[in-house]
């Protein structure tokens, strides 16, 4: 058979066979074993390529769809699994040289735009990819280095052309009209899925047909061509690093890859091309994968370290030079920067509109690489590497077209000069717009940010021995920047902020410019550009803060306010960011420059300000004399004029506010000099305010007469400037008067070497005409502040017309309040105090809540930003800071403003409450809702009184406009004629009135009001408001109506929804209203309330109430979690009022008999009477009323029962009355849990269906009563003398629901609540059952009990946090189980453990069958045992702490079971060593735990699973620490090796990740490395078992530490617990590992040493200084 294909070859070769036949023949030689040829696939792969290239060398002819197949054909042999496995055998296999050449032009055929290739580019792609993919089969490349910079030009060009396929199509659309998709170049397709195995199975032979065209499916190739480009950067990489010739690489990277590549990187990187990426599929890990060889290709060519020299030479400046460099200046043969800058400058290597922004990035980049690569030099060289670096920098600047010499030409002029020069016509990318202006800011930044990083800029070495020159370029480069000034681009601000912080003297001389520029005059709005505006000042603040420079930079900031302007242009001087950063660098600058600055700002407007205006006003008053038509104009200038001087005035006196309140205080330790200068400065300032006041005109001018035929409006427009600038200069003399005062009073209470300024002379400014009052000039000035004399009558403020004015008269009186206050002579007086009254008033005047359709009012705590929107928070906000000062003196009326503004203010649940305003702002309502959860309200009586009060008629307001199916005496009928019932006029009526209605309700069940559902949401928010009050500062009469008012919704209310009949609205607004009913109940000032309706009364109307609601099916889903809280509301209600009937010992009996004589009664609201009445009436039953009404009144009877237990023991008579009352309630409740648990006959089933309460809820209620039982017997029992014989009177219900629980318990998944509340029962149930029974019933109990609980333990759907939420209530059955047990039951529970603790279980896999023995065994050591079964327990210890050393090993096999079973069993053993303190009187005992904690595992762990494992094994190596210490002395090795895997596995996990470092899994290892310090703490205090192995523990932290890089709060936490281990440390041990660390670690050591001494030990010394 053989020999029938051995001619193959010869026929492959032949000329007569159809080129057809020889692919098929080809390609059935390759797959079939059949066929034997010599060195078959060299042979086949040369026959392949041969008639390729001989194709493409016109050679021989064949047809293009057989072209096709023989490129398949090839690109199958390439990537078939049987090529690659020889060659891995070593097998010699190669490819044609030509075949590298031919593959090149296929590739730029693809290329181009507009051709068309004749084979799929995707086939091409895939062989190139078939042949890098051998290091055999590419050696047709990498044998020649151009070859390879060929084929990456290539393939660059090609993912520059896919990428740019969006940007080439919008160009060509937009050329012409008509589609010319042909044009474009033909998308290469992918390569078809596993080509491996296309030639290595005969299965694929019928695909060989090449009678068809071999054909690909026509999808986008884009994923493969990047992929190959990847792997041809690779291989290109490393072909390069092995080029001995740097020069040749270099050459040939500039001259052939520089363009492709940084066009492609910037296609990679931009977000504008963002779409092209998800459009091609590209994954950003293969970007970034690109983007990273691409860096280290051109790093690597372009700055390698045998150019350096070269560099030097073209860079540097030759010797005697000390400035610029020429052109011609270096020698060497290569100019690298020569060469790199042109090609990026070059046009048609892209598109013109990506032209500047290609280049702008990559300048930046290859600083970055200049930097890493030249910029890092030590010693001698450190200096002329970083000069080497700025001159770099010199070349790139001018390279972004930036003219920095003389006279700034303009970016595009530059460039469109570097065009002409260069012979080629300008490119449409000139920097005519503002995005080109934006990408040269950012490059410059860039590039500054870099240099400022790599510290290339020494001050003193560049003014020493270099002649300032990169001073000099700086400041070139900042000229440019002012002459060219671009405002409104954001880097604009970040280059001067990164020049200013090179060096301040770099844009000291334009500082005016800076100032004027960048800040006073920067007119742009736009957020970023304000964002990065501001950040350039605070720098700039901060920069002359440092410098003690901040009054010369105030002064040229003065200058420039100054300068004649457009004032109303201007931003805000003072942004809130900006004061702030003022705020913290005026802290920190001496006192005595503030106050110089202080008087700058004074000097300023006395000097440019008050003369202008006086000089102003003199003309305005001589043109008003002169008259004439042509005046108008003049007229209009001049209050033009004034306007701009009023705004300035403004601007500084902001300024003057904002120094003045960041100046420190003085005080009586201040000294006599500074206190002098304050004097001088508060003197000056008040000439100011003086000379300002005097300013303003104090009445309205009159105009002339208009002449005749004259319009009337004509003097309109100058009357409204005039009114403005007149305006805008009394707020700014307001300011400055009220910081005056302010700072007069601070000064005055501090400083008693402060002497306050003759208040005569300011009281005489006012020219009231009035008489002063001699004797009281603080009285006097208050008048004139509450009169309004002191401000012209036109110009009085008003929140609407003049709002800041408005704020500072207010802010001004408080102060002048304060002043009054701090006499010691004048509250005394009946005049003074009428006056704080009326100033009182005054400030908290015009107080009104405004609703604004743009949301919320919000304002930024800054006084010169208040305006009519944000005037009401400014005021509120005043008054709410300054309420303990003013309240005493409001009156009733002012107090209840207040308090209906804070009421109406509050957020309501469905609002946000203002939580959307940014942090640092203020709303009414956030402010509201400080001040009702601070501490200042309740010691505010009167507001608190005023509030509830507030609240009272609110809540009755709401009640009035409810309709009300019937009427009653609370709530009067509204008539139709219109009455008022708003909230403000609701009047309520007397409280025994709302208590007759109550009792009438609750006897009836009458509705008095039903409310719709905004009703409810109103009333639900005043009850929210309630909530947050105190109960306790409440006073008496307050509290009586509200909670009237309240206690009657619960009764009369009832909530009708339109759109939810069936809702349950009713039991969530009533369990609000018992929410908040129970802590007003808890108050200490319900006594009113008592004194008009008893607590009794309370509870049975209450009781009544809901009953009649149940009973009237107003309550639904008896199932739902909305009634489960009305129950648990009524329930804590109940007991509250128990509670205070008890404790108030006011006829208990009376109360509780009167509840008690109600719920036993059978004139009651009973749900089981209504069901069959309704079902009699109506023919259905109602069984949701009788079940709602039995959970009620099992849930108060129970409640009831429970709290009056609780109270048992607090004196022999109140227990009598409280045992017999206990009785009473069990021996109703007993027969009511078991109607509702019996089984129904079919009588009762007729008319109620079998539907039960839930089971939980029947379980607590039996619960309830068996715990009333044994308490009451506990209680008699204690009281009888003799030995009478005591019975529960309900055991055969307990009995029945036992066993049915122990049926249950572990039977299907069930609620943790469910399974605790069972436990809880059985507990108790034991505790009753050895009271009753004998020791044979005893013990089947005790058994029954124990394999149940066993059982639970072991359930699947248990996960071991539920077990942990079950162990207290095992706990306590077992306390209960073990507290009295005799020999033969603690044998049982050990036998049962014995069994339990078995390792064959666990290594057949069943670990729930191990697991309950190891729960049990821990909760029952714990216990108290008698005091034999104690002593046989702690006998066997031993035993069992080894059978579990086995589990812990066994179960440290698998990591699987680490959470579940290996740390629960480790928490054991660390439970037997805590409670076995003193205990073990063999060492071993302890040891052994030891070599289990080895086991444990804590590799490999997830984050939450790891902390358990890292917890469980710190605290048994904590309990042995702690408890056995005298185990240490012979076992530290044994603990030393424990802890360290500790710390080994917490400096592995805690190591740095990059962008996981953060997130909640890091704190998993935090909290880790605190525990780690903590034994490191622990080991140290124990410190005679471990001295001498302290060095040992030394040199396994610093190997650990040399092998990774930790985070730093791991670090932190690590490197304070080491230090307290080097503490134990001798200078001999030091000297040891210094010696014998190796290299590595021993510089790890050196400088973790040196930390050591610097911080620690010096710490550690001085305090030891200090110790007795």
Not at 310 to 327: C, H, M
Not at 1168 to 1189: E, Q, R, T, Y
Request: hydrophobic share 40%; proline share 5%; glycine share 4%.
């Amino acid at each position: 058979m053989a020999a029938i294909y051995s001619g193959i070859h010869l026929k492959l070769k032949s000329p007569q066979t159809p080129w057809d036949d020889k692919l098929k023949l080809a390609r059935f030689a390759w797959i079939s074993s059949q066929c034997l040829l010599p060195n078959k696939e060299q042979v086949l792969l040369d026959w392949c390529t041969h008639a390729l290239t001989g194709w493409y060398n016109k050679k021989v002819e064949f047809s293009q769809n057989v072209l096709e197949g023989l490129w398949c054909y090839l690109d199958d042999l390439l990537h078939s699994r049987k090529l690659h496995s020889l060659l891995k055998q070593g097998k010699t296999v190669s490819l044609r040289l030509n075949m590298a050449q031919l593959l090149l032009e296929r590739l730029q055929e693809c290329s181009r735009v507009g051709a068309k290739s004749l084979v799929c580019a995707a086939t091409i792609l895939s062989v190139c990819q078939g042949i890098l993919s051998s290091p055999v089969l590419s050696s047709v490349f990498i044998t020649k280095y151009e070859l390879m910079v060929d084929l990456l030009a290539k393939l660059c060009s090609m993912a520059c052309c896919e990428l740019q396929q969006p940007l080439l199509t919008e160009i060509i659309v937009t050329e012409s009209d008509t589609c010319q998709d042909e044009a474009m170049s033909e998308p290469l397709q992918t390569p078809r899925a596993n080509s491996k195995d296309t030639l290595d199975s005969p299965a694929d032979q019928p695909e060989l047909d090449t009678n068809k065209p071999a054909s690909k499916p026509n999808e986008n190739h884009s994923s493969n061509l990047f992929e190959v480009l990847l792997q041809v950067l690779s291989c290109y990489l490393a072909v390069q690093r092995q080029q001995a010739n740097p020069n040749r690489v270099f050459t040939l990277v500039t001259n052939q890859l520089i363009q492709p590549l940084v066009l492609l990187r910037h296609l990679l990187t931009s977000g504008e091309f963002a779409s092209s990426h998800t459009h091609l599929h590209l994954r950003q890990p293969l970007c970034k994968d690109i983007r990273v060889k691409i860096d280290s290709i051109l790093q690597s060519a372009l700055f390698p370290s045998e150019h350096l020299t070269s560099y030097k030479e073209e860079l540097l400046p030759s010797k005697g030079e000390t400035g610029k460099r020429g052109p011609g200046g270096a020698k060497g043969p290569l100019k690298p920067i020569s060469a790199i800058i042109p090609k990026l400058s070059a046009q048609g290597y892209c598109e013109p509109p990506l032209h500047y922004s290609v280049k702008s990035n990559t300048l930046s980049l290859l600083f970055k690489f200049f930097l890493e690569s030249y910029g890092n030099g030590r010693g001698e060289n450190e200096e002329e590497q970083k000069m080497l670096c700025f001159y770099f920098l010199t070349r790139l600047i001018p390279a972004l077209d930036l003219c920095l010499d003389g006279d700034s030409v303009s970016p595009a002029k530059a460039e469109q000069s570097v065009s002409e020069s260069t012979g080629q016509t300008s490119s449409p990318d000139s920097l005519h717009s503002p995005e080109s202006w934006t990408l040269a800011l950012l490059s410059v930044e860039s590039l500054l940010t870099q240099a400022l990083s790599a510290d290339i800029y020494n001050v003193a070495a560049d003014r020493i021995r270099h002649n300032q020159v990169q001073l000099n370029f700086y400041r070139a480069l900042g000229q440019m920047l002012f002459n060219q000034a671009q405002p409104s681009i954001p880097a604009w601000y970040r280059c001067l902020k990164v020049l200013l912080s090179l060096n301040h003297l770099i844009l000291e001389p334009d500082l005016d410019q800076l100032l004027s520029s960048a800040w006073v005059n920067s007119e742009c709005m736009e957020a970023r550009v304000q964002r990065a505006r501001q950040l350039m000042v605070c720098s700039l603040l901060q920069t002359y803060t440092k410098l003690r420079q901040i009054p010369r930079l105030f002064s040229e900031l003065l200058s420039v306010i100054c300068q004649p302007a457009v004032e109303e242009l201007r931003p805000p001087l003072l942004s809130e960011a900006v004061s702030v950063s003022l705020g913290t660098c005026l802290l920190d600058t001496p006192p005595s420059q503030c106050i110089e600055i202080c008087s700058s700002v004074l000097e300023s407007i006395r000097t440019y300000i008050l003369p202008d205006l006086v000089k102003e006003e003199k003309e305005a008053e001589k043109m008003d004399i002169d008259g004439g038509e042509d005046d108008k104009k003049s007229q209009l200038n001049v209050d033009q004029e004034r306007q701009d001087a009023s705004l300035k005035l403004f601007s500084l006196s902001q300024l003057l506010h904002a120094v003045l309140f960041s100046l420190k205080t003085l005080d009586n330790a201040s000294p006599l000099p500074l206190v002098r200068q304050c004097q001088a400065l508060m003197d000056e300032m008040h000439q100011v305010v003086k000379e300002l006041l005097q300013v303003l005109p104090r009445e309205k001018r009159i105009k002339k007469t208009p002449r005749k035929g004259k319009k009337k409006t004509d003097h309109k427009e100058p009357e409204r400037v005039t009114l403005r600038w007149e305006q805008k200069t009394q707020e700014a003399t307001l300011l400055l008067r009220y910081t005056w005062v302010e700072l007069d009073t601070l000064f005055d209470i501090h400083c008693g070497k402060y002497i306050s300024p003759d208040s005569d002379q300011e009281a005489a400014v006012c020219e009231t005409g009035e008489e002063a009052i001699s004797n009281a000039p603080l009285q006097t000035r208050i008048e004139s502040l509450l009169s309004g004399d002191i401000l012209p009558a036109h110009l009085y403020p008003s929140p609407s017309c003049s709002p800041m004015s408005c704020l500072l008269l207010k802010l001004l009186t408080l102060q002048q309040m304060k002043r009054v206050m701090l006499d010691c002579n004048l509250p005394c007086e009946s005049s003074t105090t009428a006056l704080l009254n009326r100033t009182a008033h005054f400030i908290s005047a015009d107080l009104k809540l405004e609703e604004t359709p743009g949301g919320e009012q919000v304002w930024d705590g800054q006084i010169s930003s208040v305006n009519s929107s944000s005037y009401v928070v400014a005021h509120w906000h005043l008054i709410a800071s300054n309420l303990p000062l003013i309240a005493p003196y409001l009156s009733g009326e002012d107090m209840g403003c207040i308090a209906s503004f804070l009421v109406g203010s509050l957020p309501s649940e469905q609002s946000d409450g203002g939580m959307d305003c940014p942090p640092s702002c203020l709303t009414s309502s956030l402010i509201s809702s400080q001040l009702l959860q601070s501490l200042i309200l309740p010691e505010l009586p009167s507001l608190m009184s005023a509030i509830v009060c507030s609240l009272a008629q609110r809540i009755y307001g709401v009640l009035l406009v409810a309709h009300a199916p019937k009427v009653c005496a609370t709530l009067p009928k509204i008539q139709e004629d219109g009455s008022d019932a708003s909230p403000s006029s609701a009047k309520l009526v007397e409280k025994e009135t709302i208590v007759e209605d109550i009792l009438a309700s609750s006897k009836t069940g009458d509705v008095f009001v039903s409310l719709t559902d905004t009703q409810t949401k109103e009333l639900v928010n005043l009850i929210q408001i309630l909530t947050q009050l105190n109960p306790d500062a409440m006073n008496s009469e307050d509290l009586a109506p509200v909670f009237l008012l309240l206690f009657m919704m619960l009764t009369s209310a009832s909530c009708r929804s339109d759109d939810r009949p069936d809702s349950e609205a009713d039991a969530v607004f009533q369990a609000k209203l018992l929410r908040i009913l129970t802590p007003l109940v808890e108050s200490r000032n319900l006594k009113s309330v008592l004194s008009v309706i008893h607590a009794g009364s309370l509870l049975q109307a209450s009781v009544s109430s809901l009953l009649w609601h149940s009973n009237r099916g107003r309550y639904r889903a008896t199932n739902s979690p909305d009634w489960m809280d009305l129950i648990k509301a009524v329930q804590d209600f109940i007991r509250a009022l128990v509670q205070l009937i008890i404790f108030r010992n006011s006829s208990v009996q009376l109360n509780l008999n009167q509840f008690i004589a109600f719920l036993t009664s059978k004139e009651k609201p009973s749900g089981h009477n209504v069901a069959l009445s309704s079902a009699a009436v109506s023919g259905k039953p109602d069984p949701g009323a009788s079940i709602s009404s039995d959970h009620l009144e099992l849930a108060s009877l129970s409640s009831f029962v429970q709290e009056m237990t609780s109270n048992l023991g607090r004196s022999k008579l109140m227990d009598q009355t409280l045992t017999q009352m206990v009785t009473k309630v069990n021996a109703t409740l007993g027969p009511a849990v078991e109607s509702v648990i019996r089984p129904q006959t079919d009588g009762e089933a007729a008319v109620q269906p079998a539907v039960v309460l839930d089971q939980d809820f029947v379980v607590e209620v039996v619960t309830v009563m068996l715990h009333c039982e044994l308490s009451s017997l506990s209680v008699e029992e204690q009281n009888q003398q003799g030995g009478t014989t005591l019975t529960l009177s309900h055991m055969t219900l307990y009995q029945s629901l036992c066993q049915q629980i122990l049926r249950e318990l572990t039977s299907d998944l069930r609620p943790m609540e469910s399974l605790v509340s069972d436990l809880h029962f059985l507990s108790l149930f034991y505790k009753a059952a050895e009271m009753t029974r004998g020791d044979k019933e005893l013990d089947e109990l005790f058994a029954q009990i124990l394999q149940n609980v066993q059982g639970l333990l072991k359930a699947p759907w248990l996960s071991p946090k539920d077990v942990c939420e079950l162990e207290p209530a095992v706990q306590e059955l077992l306390r209960h189980l073990v507290g009295k047990s005799t020999a033969a039951q603690l044998k049982l529970l050990l036998l049962m453990i014995r069994e339990g603790l078995n390792s064959g279980e666990l290594r057949a896999g069943n670990y729930r069958e191990v697991l309950p023995s190891v729960t049990i065994t821990k909760l029952l050591f714990c216990c108290q045992l008698p005091e034999p079964c104690y002593k046989a327990l702690w006998h066997i210890a031993p035993e069992i702490i080894s059978a579990m050393v086995f589990l812990v090993r066994a179960s440290g096999l698998d990591n699987s079971l680490t959470l579940s079973f290996t740390v629960p069993t480790v928490t054991s053993m660390t439970s037997l060593l805590r409670q076995g303190e003193g205990l073990f009187t063999n060492p071993h005992h302890v040891v052994v735990v030891l070599g289990a904690l080895q086991s444990v595992p804590l590799d490999h762990l997830s984050p939450p699973v790891y902390q358990s494992a890292f917890l469980a094994v710190h605290e048994a190596l904590f309990a042995i620490i702690q408890c056995h210490t005298q185990v240490l002395s012979n076992a530290a090795p044994s603990f030393l090796n424990v802890f360290y895997r500790l710390v080994a596995s917490i400096m592995q996990e805690g190591r740095q990740r990059g962008v996981s470092d953060t997130g909640s899994d890091c704190d998993v290892y935090h909290k880790c490395s605190r525990l780690t310090q903590r034994m490191f703490s622990h080991i140290a205090a124990t410190a005679e078992s471990f001295t001498t192995l302290s060095v040992f523990m030394v040199a396994q932290y610093v190997t650990e530490l040399q092998k990774v890089t930790l985070r730093p709060d791991v670090k932190q936490h690590l490197t304070e617990g080491i230090y307290q281990i080097l503490d134990l440390c001798m200078e001999q041990d030091i000297k040891f590992l210094m010696a014998g660390l190796q290299m590595g670690v021993r510089e790890v050591f050196n400088e973790l040493y040196g930390s050591y001494t610097h911080y620690h030990k010096a710490e550690r010394q001085g305090e030891e200084k200090y110790t007795v």
